[in-house]
């Protein structure tokens, strides 16, 4: 029944013949969705999404809390070869606008307590059908999923189909979406599944966010290709992490997760049992590596990835799992290091622009052919923006970004998109928003304001201005009033001096 489908096929396999298998076990009630109920609900959520007019192709647009339904509609997505688009849930009205234009989803599932918000913005935007999904599985959605038949002939889907869009930001603050093909995801999941030995016996704390790739495509797809199970959290509980360890053989976190896990009683015992801890989507301090291994006796395995390229390069299972590195590149991935000016190979030990190559790749921007060109040469790398070196004995540093990306809490911010509310704000002359370094998130979006003479501009005004468009994670951790902002002889701002100037500021 799924044969013909790229990824589903793939999905499935590990778990044929094993259909009383548990799949997902929520930590609150204990109660478990076995594999073969998970996928005769992912049928079923297939039967719906054809019932209200989806067709191969088209774009299905999620924003609704984390749920076992949610994963079902994912499998369900892939199962009608639709794309599937989750957005953060963070995301306000204004940024939702953007995404459901660009887009044009053919169906969008929300919260219903969101729904009176979002209907007109979905009405503007053309998107023909709006269903509910709450963070108790109730909604317009689960109920016809529960109405529907199992046994849904999957689409057939070629390896170079899209399976889904994610948004990224973009430094002139436009959003891109990233297309990520059947091949990408699948393969990359394969590959992670092997790397990092899952079986079939492995129980996965799985408390990472699934509109995001670590969350969706790492932590759920290498699970089911592994036939394995999940203790499943609606979001980061310190204490129900440590309290599932002696159950579970691995976490996947970002370093917020590790960071806050130190301090809550009961680690070290509780640790015992697992075999893996994963750590990705921002950098981990070579502090927190140290402190886990001395607490646990167990080193956090850190890995690199993006939004365009799922994972790329791991530290090694086996060998040393070397703090501040990344590892390797990744079986079937090509990893160098560019000259930013020149574009040629460096040699190891130089610092360049990272660039990667392979299966995983993201297929291009979603109608955006001009920065898919800029970004993804003709000979298949992709210029990732990040700043790394590559040690004598092979391992990577990513030592900055190009860019001015900022990573807080796992989550990408682009200073571009705030500083144009910022600067939208009576009063102000100008604004530089930075990440500095913060010991929960890594790094904290900070803005930097000049302001009018005698303008009554403050860190709460603005505060207040630009909080309805932006999502919390973007929003600043602080903002501070300063007479200029330091520029070079250009009249360039230099942002690189701005972070060395703010670098304690949470310290």
Request: negative net charge; charged residues 20%; glycine residues 8%.
């Given at each position: 029944m799924y044969e013909q489908n790229y990824l589903a096929r793939r999905l499935r396999a590990a778990s044929i013949g094993r259909d009383d298998a548990p799949f997902l076990k929520d930590h609150r009630t204990g109660a478990s969705l076995s594999y073969g109920a998970f996928f005769a609900n992912a049928e079923r959520m297939a039967a719906v999404l054809a019932a209200n007019g989806v067709r191969p192709g088209d774009r299905i647009a999620v924003q609704a809390p984390k749920t076992q339904a949610m994963l079902e509609l994912y499998v369900g997505a892939v199962l009608a070869g639709a794309v599937f688009l989750p957005l953060n849930?963070?995301?306000?009205?204004?940024?939702?606008?953007?995404?459901?234009?660009?887009?044009?989803?053919?169906?969008?599932?929300?919260?219903?307590?969101?729904?009176?918000?979002?209907?007109p913005i979905a009405a503007k935007a053309q998107v023909p059908v709006i269903l509910t999904l709450a963070a108790d599985e109730t909604g317009t959605l689960t109920e016809a999923r529960d109405a529907a038949s199992p046994g849904f002939q999957a689409v057939v889907r070629e390896a170079g189909d899209l399976a889904a869009i994610l948004y990224t930001s973009g430094t002139t603050g436009r959003?891109?979406?990233?297309?990520?093909?059947?091949?990408?995801?699948?393969?990359?999941?394969?590959?992670?599944?092997?790397?990092?030995?899952?079986?079939?016996?492995?129980?996965?704390?799985?408390?990472?966010?699934?509109f995001h790739t670590?969350?969706?495509?790492?932590?759920?797809?290498?699970?089911?290709?592994a036939g394995a199970s999940c203790i499943f959290m609606a979001g980061f509980d310190a204490e129900a992490i440590v309290a599932a360890m002696p159950e579970a053989t691995a976490l996947m976190g970002v370093p917020t997760f590790y960071v806050r896990l130190l301090e809550t009683p009961g680690l070290a015992d509780a640790a015992r049992n697992m075999r893996l801890f994963v750590s990705g989507s921002a950098p981990l301090l070579a502090e927190t590596h140290e402190r886990w291994?001395?607490?646990?006796?167990?080193?956090?395995?850190?890995?690199?990835?993006?939004?365009?390229?799922?994972?790329?390069?791991?530290?090694?299972?086996?060998?040393?799992?070397?703090?501040?590195?990344?590892?390797?590149?990744l079986p079937g991935v090509e990893v160098i290091v560019t000259?930013?000016?020149t574009g040629a190979e460096v040699p190891a030990g130089q610092v360049g622009i990272l660039e990667v190559r392979g299966e995983n790749l993201f297929s291009g921007y979603w109608r955006m052919p001009e920065k898919t060109a800029e970004e993804l040469r003709e000979n298949g790398f992709f210029?990732?923006?990040?700043m790394a070196e590559i040690s004598a004995d092979g391992y990577i540093s990513i030592v900055g970004r190009a860019k001015d990306l900022i990573i807080t809490g796992g989550y990408n911010v682009y200073p571009?998109?705030?500083?144009?509310?910022?600067?939208?704000?009576?009063?102000?002359?100008?604004?530089?928003?930075?990440?500095?370094?913060?010991?929960?998130?890594?790094?904290?979006?900070?803005?930097?304001?000049?302001?009018?003479p005698g303008a009554d501009v403050s860190e709460a005004s603005i505060m207040a201005a630009i909080g309805p468009d932006l999502a919390r994670f973007k929003q600043p951790k602080r903002v501070i009033i300063v007479d200029a902002l330091i520029r070079n002889t250009m009249g360039k701002v230099q942002k690189k001096e701005l972070r060395a100037a703010w670098k304690d500021l949470f310290a």
């Open positions: 849930t963070a995301y306000t009205g204004a940024e939702l606008a953007y995404f459901l234009g660009d887009a044009e989803p053919a169906l969008l599932v929300c919260d219903p307590a969101n729904l009176a918000a979002l209907e959003s891109k979406g990233a297309m990520l093909s059947h091949l990408a995801l699948a393969s990359n999941s394969e590959t992670l599944k092997d790397y990092w030995r899952f079986t079939a016996d492995d129980v996965l704390i799985h408390a990472l966010p699934i670590h969350g969706l495509f790492v932590a759920t797809n290498i699970a089911a290709m291994h001395r607490l646990t006796c167990h080193a956090i395995l850190e890995r690199y990835g993006m939004t365009e390229t799922n994972m790329n390069t791991s530290n090694p299972y086996d060998g040393e799992r070397r703090a501040g590195t990344v590892g390797f590149p000259d930013p000016d210029i990732t923006g990040d571009k998109e705030i500083e144009l509310l910022i600067d939208a704000v009576e009063g102000v002359v100008e604004s530089a928003v930075i990440g500095v370094p913060h010991k929960d998130f890594g790094e904290a979006v900070v803005a930097l304001v000049v302001a009018e």
